[in-house]
C-alpha cells in the first residue's frame, strides 16, 4: 500500500520519481509534500495553495492537532487529505473522515482519489442511503481511509461490521454543521470509540461553543488556524436583498432567471417548498430539479450530476445540502426563504464565487422578516443593499376552478316504534306472548 509514496522518504533517491519540471512545483514545495503527491497535484493543476491549505499542510504533516476556520469553497478537502494520504503511508493505522451529508462525503472520496490514484489508495465511503453489504464489502477490503456520515457509522458499529480500534487519524469536516444537524451525541459516541492516542484534525466554516467543548475533551493541544472570522463572507460575491411579499416570489425569480444565463442555485426552508418550487420553475421554461433529505440518494446525485453537466439549469436544494454542493461555475444564488440560522447564510451564499471567481448572491425577505435580516447583517458585519423590485410579469400559478355544488343530501326520518313502551324508556321486538294478547284484544 502506497508503494511510490513511500519510496519518497526511502534515502536511495533511484526509488524517487520527480517530474524534471521542479518550477511547477513552486507553489507546494516549501509545505513539506511528498513528491509523489507533488506529481499528483501537478497533474491535477494544483499549482498554488490556497491560505488554508498553505497554513494547514505542515501542520497536519507534523501530526499536530489542528483547529482550522476558513470560509466554505476555499480548499479544506486539500488541507487535511494531503497530510492525512502522506502519514499513513509513513504510520501503521488508518484515517476516519466524518461528515455532515451524503454529497460531502461523495465529493471528498472523489477529490481524494484523484490525489491518492497513483499511489493505490484504498477507501471506503459509508453514507445512509446506500446499501449496507456493498458498505460491508468495502470495509473487508481493508480501506486506509474511512469516509461516513455519524449516522451510518454507528450503524455500522452496532452490526459489529467495523472496528475503529485502528483509528490514528481523525478529521471532522463542516464540524459545525454537523452539529447544526444534531449529530453531536453521535459525534461524542464516535470520539470515546476511536483511540485516545491519535491526531485529530478539526475543519469548520464558524466556532460555536459545542466545537470549543470537543477541542477541550478529545483534542490534546490543538494549533488554532483562522483564516477568517465566523461570518466572513466569499470576497467577489454581490450581494442583494429584496422585500418582497410571499405570494410574488415566483414571479421575481422568474425575472431573475431571465437576466442570468448561466447556472443558478436556489434555497428553500423546507422539503415541500423545494418540490413545489422546482416544478414551478420547469413551468416558466427552466429544466431544473430538486435535492432534499426526501429524495434518495440516486435520486439526490442524478440532480447533483445533472447540475454539473448541465443537464439541470437550475437547482433548488435545502440547507441539508448547503456544504454539499461544490460545484464551479454557479454564476447566481438565490435564498427564495431565508435561513432559519443566520450562520447558514454565509453556507449558502459561499456556493458561488469559489476559486476567486466572481458571484451574485439574491435573497428574498418578506417585510416582516426585517429582525431576520438584521442578525445576519450583526453576522457578516455587512449591510445588505436593498434593491428596488422590478416590474413582474403575471402570476404563472393557475387558477383553481370553482367546486361544483355538492347535492343536498336529505336526511331519512326513523319510522317510529310499534312496540308498546317498556319501563325505563325502552323499546323491544313484540314477541309471541305480545301477539297473542293483542289478538285477544
Known sequence: MFKRLRNAFQPDSAKVTITPN??????????????GLLESLDRLRFTEPTPIQRRSIPIGLEGKDLI????????????????????????KGRGLILLPTRELAIQVDESL???????SLRTAVLIGGASMTLQRQAIEKKPRIIIATPGRLLDHLEQRTINLSDISILVLD?????????????INRILEVVPKKRQTMLFSATIPNEIVAIARKHMELPIHVEIARSGTTVEKVTQELFFIAKEAKSRLLEVLLAQCPGPVLVFTRTKHGAKKLARQVKGMGHTAADIHSNRSLSQRREALEGFKSGKYRVLVATDIAAR?????????????????NSEDYVHRI?????????????SFATFDQRRDVKAIEHLIRTVLPVTKVPALPPDRT???????????????QPRPSRSPARPGGASRRPGFRDRRRMKSR
Open 68 to 91: 482550522a476556520i476558513a470560509q466554505t469553497g476555499t480548499g479544506k478537502t486539500l488541507a487535511f487529505g494531503i497530510p492525512m494520504i502522506q502519514r499513513l503511508a509513513q504510520i
Open 22 to 35: 521542479i518550477s511547477s512545483h513552486t507553489g507546494f514545495t516549501g509545505l513539506g509534500i511528498a513528491p
Open 174 to 186: 463542516e464540524a459545525d454543521r454537523m452539529l447544526d444537524m444534531g449529530f453531536a451525541p453521535q
Open 324 to 340: 454539499g454542493i461544490d460545484v464551479s461555475g454557479i454564476e447566481l444564488v438565490v435564498n427564495y426563504d431565508l435561513p432559519s
Open 398 to 412: 393557475p387558477i383553481q376552478p370553482p367546486e361544483p355544488p355538492r347535492p343536498m343530501e336529505y336526511s331519512r
Open 113 to 119: 482519489q484523484a490525489v491518492g490514484r497513483r499511489l
Open 350 to 362: 459561499g456556493r458561488t464565487a469559489r476559486a476567486g471567481r466572481a458571484g451574485r448572491a439574491v
